[in-house]
């Protein structure tokens, strides 16, 4: 299996790239601080300290090629909207997690969906990973939207899998995607798993 780092990614409306100092004051103004993306994950918004602290040490987290990690960067502007990345992943067995965050202001555009398409086409093709899965709260269905969208399959519940910011337990869905599979469960739009690379 390739570990080829974070490659530099492009879609039809988005550029995906890793992060640098100098996104900064785009991350606090698009997504980073945005309570609304927190809202059903465990984590918390992050403060401008915060915020500067992780992008001043990009550089040393790039320098491992085992670092999927990619700034999600609206291309008309040039605005980091969101962040997508692989949390983890087994190089044995062939599989890795898949994750995600787009600030609300740019949510209902398919921003997630075109970059999680790109990013799984990517670990698959480019680096030979056999499997993508991504979970999420049962109370989250746009991002569970998204899964099916790129043409995953849902496997089944994980009760009370975290806790939540408020102190309940959630119950989480697990989806995945496995290399060559078209599953005949996904809408109709995501038949096909992965749009065609632009030109």
């Known amino acids: ?9 492009e879609t039809e409306r988005l550029l995906l790239r890793p992060f640098g100092p100098a996104d900064a004051e785009s991350c606090i103004r698009n997504w980073a601080a945005d309570p609304a993306v927190y809202r059903h994950i465990s984590q918390e ?31 008309t502007g ?19 997690e898949l994750d995600w965050k787009i600030g ?6 398919g921003y997630a969906t075109e970059a999680a398409a ?19 709260c049962v109370e989250n269905p746009a991002s569970e939207r998204v899964m099916q969208k790129i043409g995953m399959t849902r496997e089944g519940t994980l009760r009370g899998y975290f806790r939540t910011k408020d102190d ?16 005949e469960t996904a809408p109709q739009e995501a038949k096909r798993p992965f749009p065609p690379s632009p030109q």
């Open 1 to 9: 299996m390739e570990h080829p780092g974070t490659k530099r990614l």
């Open 45 to 75: 918004p992050q403060t401008p300290e915060q915020v500067r602290g992780w992008l001043a040490a990009a550089e040393e987290a790039y320098a491992n090629p085992e670092t999927r990690y990619w700034a999600v960067v609206e291309r």
């Open 78 to 96: 040039g605005e980091v909207i969101g962040e997508i990345f692989v949390d983890d992943f087994s190089a044995r067995n062939g599989w890795c």
């Open 104 to 109: 609300s202001r740019f949510w209902q555009k």
């Open 118 to 136: 790109a990013v799984a086409r990517h670990l698959l093709d480019a680096e030979g990973f056999h499997r993508i899965q991504a979970k999420c």
């Open 168 to 183: 309940r337990w959630c119950d989480v869905v697990l989806y995945a995607l496995i290399d060559g599979e078209q599953p």
